[in-house]
């Protein structure tokens, strides 16, 4: 059953306000354990899936993701439907102009299996597991999907789960989206996952040997003594990568890094927390949300 936010109460919205504010409750966390991520969500009166949703998208306690928290509870109206909220969200990032899905999605097949889980979600979704996993099953092996539209249909496949057994969805959907657009940015770059988890793990074992060969300085090091250190350390760990034919490897990817797909990333991550902000500030009141549902249950029945 779905919670009204902040069971209606705008002094307990201040609250919930304040702690974020001040780090004063740790379910909402990105670290926070499953049960203090249940609590936060019981006492605050919103929806686990919500509260899922929030700790990964901010990645609480982080500074700057704590201001886009704040902007979307101080958005969310005491009363709102935040299940309902949820799917909507779910929905808009579907069809966003930008960086929405259905856009990536040009084969047919994946497209039409992609529309019917939408479609679900969009209706309240039905409780059925296995209605669900055959649409999962469906969409995932849809013929002619290349490479980034089968990561751009995983987002979707994320959604294709009933909110209330499966808190963990939104979060899931916002995990597989940013992989989605982060194999986008890849292959269109020319990387491909493959190379560069082998660059990370040769930059890996090469710091670990080089932190064990270059002894640090003591604790009485002047500036200039901890500057030579960091060359000499950085030195070793060129050679030991050179060594392994991936220093200019390394240096390429780390380019890539910082000048395509961390400014990549940047942009869509402020889309991505816009459409959170927008779905707290359009979500709907509970009331109204009943109210829809008897008015759509007298109308099937009259038709009948």
Wanted: aromatic fraction near 6%; glycine fraction near 6%.
């Amino acid at each position: 059953m779905s919670l009204r936010a902040y069971d209606g109460d705008p002094a307990l919205k201040a609250k919930v306000i304040n702690d974020v504010a001040t780090d004063a409750d740790r379910g909402w966390f990105i670290n926070a354990s499953l049960v203090e991520r249940q609590e936060t969500a019981r006492a605050a009166h919103l929806d686990p899936a919500f509260v899922g949703l929030i700790t990964t998208a901010t990645l609480l306690p982080w500074p700057e993701g704590k201001t886009s928290a704040i902007e979307a509870f101080e958005a969310l109206a005491p009363g709102a439907d935040t299940a309902g909220l949820v799917r909507d969200w779910m929905v808009e990032i579907y069809r966003h102009p930008s960086h929405g899905v259905a856009r990536k999605l040009a084969a047919p097949a994946g497209r039409q299996a992609a529309e019917a889980i939408v479609a679900m979600v969009e209706a309240g979704g039905p409780k059925s597991r296995a209605v669900w996993k055959s649409a999962r099953s469906t969409l995932l092996a849809a013929p002619g999907l290349r490479p980034v539209e089968r990561a751009y249909a995983r987002v979707v496949a994320a959604m294709a789960w009933d909110i209330e057994a499966s808190p963990g969805v939104a979060s899931d959907v916002w995990i597989a989206w940013q992989h989605a657009v982060t194999t986008e940015c890849d292959l269109g770059a020319g990387w491909d996952q493959e190379s560069q988890n082998q660059i990370s793990e040769a930059l890996r074992k090469a710091m670990q040997q080089a932190f064990s060969e270059v002894a640090p300085p003591g604790q009485d090091a002047t500036p200039q003594e901890l500057k030579d250190h960091a060359v000499e350390r950085q030195a070793r760990i060129d050679e030991l990568l050179a060594r392994e034919g991936l220093d200019q490897d390394w240096r390429a990817l780390s380019a890539y890094w910082e000048n395509h797909l961390g400014p990549h990333l940047r942009g869509w991550r402020s889309t991505a927390l816009a459409t959170l902000c927008r779905a707290c500030r359009e979500a709907l009141a509970f009331e109204a949300v009943a109210e829809g549902a008897s008015q759509a249950a007298t109308h099937v029945v009259g038709a009948q």
